[in-house]
């Protein structure tokens, strides 16, 4: 699943509504994600306990330096494996 544009409090509230649509996926990408607030690392950290509890790897692809500055400032970064973003020119 790709995420973009604002990971706030009003998109959780969609994301959250639609969960089933994208909550199986083991792998999130979030390199088009330009804004994450509390309410979206809120969001990230259900899915990823989710994804634990059967059994899977929560994988973000791309998360930004915000986003793991946020997550430890929470503790909950150890929760997710993750990769960089892909900066290569195509």
Same mark, same amino acid.
């Given at each position: 699943m790709t995420l973009s544009g604002e990971l706030q409090a009003p998109q959780v509230v969609e994301l959250w509504q639609r969960r089933s649509e994208w909550w199986q996926d083991d792998e999130l990408e $979030? #390199? %088009? =994600?330009? =804004? $994450? %607030? #509390?309410?979206? $690392?809120? $969001?990230?950290v259900k899915w990823a306990k989710a994804t634990l509890a059967r059994g899977g790897t929560p994988l973000l692809v791309g998360a930004s330096a915000d986003f793991y500055t946020l997550a430890n400032l929470y503790g909950v970064a150890d929760l997710f494996q993750s990769t960089p973003p892909n900066t290569e020119d195509a």
């Open positions: $979030l #390199s %088009d =994600i330009t =804004i $994450l %607030d #509390s309410a979206g $690392l809120a $969001l990230l």
